[in-house]
C-alpha cells in the first residue's frame, strides 16, 4: 500500500536502512552475538541467537536503541571512520528525502524502532573456519571442529526462525563458505523450498575452492540463488598474495577466477566484487588490482582499511596500517590516491574514501596559500 506522507521535515537528515534489515551472526561477544551492522563499523551487539529467538532479538530493547539512534539522525553508535556508506552517502544511506522505498518511508514517518517483519537480510559470520590462514585475520588455519554443535544449533535456528521470511542471505564474512565444512554442506543440502522469499544468496569467499567441480556439488535450483559474490585478495602479485593469503596459491586463484568471470559473463553470477584489505606491504599495487578486476570482468573492485581483529598487537598493527596519518608511508600512499585509475566509476575507495579527501582537501590549502604568497608578493612589489 502507498504511503503518501510528507517524509519528515529534517531533508538534510541521513537515514541508514542497514538496522531496519540486517541481520548478522557472529562468533563475537560469545558465538552467536548478533548485530544489525558490520560489527567493526556498528559494535553493538543485540543480542545472542544461542540464548534468545530471532524475534527477541529482532524487536529487543537494544535493536530499538540502535533503530532510534538512526531515526533522529545522531548515528551515535555508528563509527563514520570505518563505515564506508556514511563516508560517501552511498548504499543503504542516504537523505531522509531521498528514500523512496514505502516500507522505509513509513518507518521514517512513523518513528518506528519495532517492526512489523523479521529481518530481510541474514549475514552468517559465525563460523570462522576457512582453508586459509591471512594475516590480517587469523595467526593459524581454523577448522572448528569443536564448535560443530554451536554452529549447527545457529543454523537450525536460521532455518526454523528467519529464512522463511528473510530475502538475502550472506556467507561468509568470518572464514570461507567452502573451507568450512558446516556452510559448504549447507550450501550442499538447502532445500529451496524451505526459504520461499529468497531472492540472493551472496558468497564471500577467498575462491581457492570455487572450481567447475565444487560448483556442480550445489543443487541446481540453488546456484540461481548465487547471484553475487566478493573475492577477497589482497594482492596483484605472487609474492605479496603468499604473504597476504597465507595458504594460498596465486595461480590457482586465477584459474578459478577465470571460470567465476565465466559465471558472471554468462550471467549466472549478476555481481562480482574483488577486494583489498590495504596495508603497508600492498598498497603500490593497487593500480595493478584495479587492472586484475578488469581482466576478470568485476563489476566492483573494492579497497578497505586494515582492521586490527586481535590478531596483531598494537605495534604492529600501527607498522601494517598504512592508512593511519601517523604512518611513515601515509603521505605516498595518499599521493597514491589521486592516480587516476581510481576514478574509473567500478573502483570504490570505501572507506579510503576520507584519506583521498583529506589528502586533495590538504593539497588545494597548499595551493591556495602558494598563491596568496604570490599574490601578497605581487602587491608589495
Excluded at 119 to 135: G, V
Excluded at 138 to 150: G, N, T
Excluded at 253 to 266: T, Y
Aim: hydrophobic share 35%.
Amino acid at each position: 500500500m502507498s504511503n503518501d506522507k510528507p517524509l519528515k521535515s529534517q531533508s538534510k537528515q541521513l537515514f541508514c536502512s542497514k538496522p531496519f534489515e540486517w541481520f548478522e551472526i557472529t562468533q563475537l561477544n560469545g558465538r552467536g552475538g548478533t548485530y544489525l551492522c558490520c560489527p567493526s563499523w556498528l559494535n553493538k551487539s543485540v543480542g545472542n541467537l544461542q540464548q534468545q529467538s530471532v524475534d527477541e532479538i529482532w524487536n529487543g530493547e537494544q535493536a530499538q536503541k540502535i533503530r532510534r539512534s538512526i531515526l533522529d539522525g545522531s548515528f551515535k553508535y555508528c563509527d563514520s571512520s570505518r563505515c564506508a556508506f556514511l563516508q560517501t552517502q552511498s548504499g543503504p544511506v542516504q537523505k531522509i528525502e531521498d528514500v523512496t522505498d514505502e516500507n522505509l518511508k513509513t518507518i521514517i514517518n512513523e518513528n518506528l524502532s519495532v517492526l512489523p517483519y523479521g529481518p530481510k537480510k541474514i549475514i552468517c559470520t559465525y563460523d570462522q573456519s576457512c582453508n586459509l590462514s591471512c594475516p590480517s585475520c587469523r595467526d593459524k588455519v581454523i577448522v572448528e571442529i569443536e564448535a560443530e554443535q554451536e554452529i549447527l544449533k545457529i543454523q537450525e535456528k536460521l532455518e526454523n526462525e528467519a529464512l522463511k521470511n528473510a530475502e538475502y542471505l550472506h556467507i561468509t564474512g568470518s572464514g570461507d563458505p567452502f573451507g568450512s565444512p558446516y556452510f559448504r554442506k549447507w550450501l550442499q543440502t538447502m532445500n529451496r523450498e524451505e526459504m520461499p522469499n529468497l531472492q540472493e544468496i551472496y558468497l564471500q569467499t577467498n575462491g581457492q575452492l570455487w572450481t567447475p567441480r565444487m560448483w556442480n556439488t550445489i543443487a541446481e535450483n540453488i546456484r540461481e540463488l548465487i547471484i553475487s559474490a566478493d573475492i577477497g585478495i589482497d594482492a596483484a602479485t605472487p609474492e605479496t598474495y603468499g604473504i597476504n593469503r597465507r595458504g594460498g596459491n596465486f595461480e590457482t586463484l586465477l584459474k578459478n577466477l577465470e571460470f567465476i568471470s565465466s559465471l558472471r559473463q554468462n550471467g549466472l553470477l549478476r555481481f562480482l566484487k574483488i577486494s583489498m584489505v590495504v596495508q603497508a606491504n600492498n598498497f603500490r599495487e593497487m593500480p595493478d588490482f584495479v587492472k586484475l578486476g578488469h581482466c576478470f570482468n568485476a563489476d566492483v573492485i573494492y579497497f578497505g582499511q586494515l582492521v586490527n581483529w586481535g590478531t596483531f598487537s598494537n605495534e604492529e598493527f600501527h607498522r601494517r596500517a598504512v592508512h593511519l596519518p601517523t604512518h611513515p608511508l601515509h603521505f605516498e600512499f595518499a599521493q597514491l590516491l589521486k592516480d587516476e585509475v581510481f576514478e574509473h566509476p567500478n573502483v570504490i575507495l570505501g572507506n579510503l574514501t576520507e584519506v583521498k579527501k583529506h589528502s586533495q582537501e590538504s593539497l588545494s590549502q597548499k595551493v591556495l596559500k602558494k598563491t596568496q604568497n604570490l599574490l601578497g608578493q605581487l602587491i608589495h612589489k
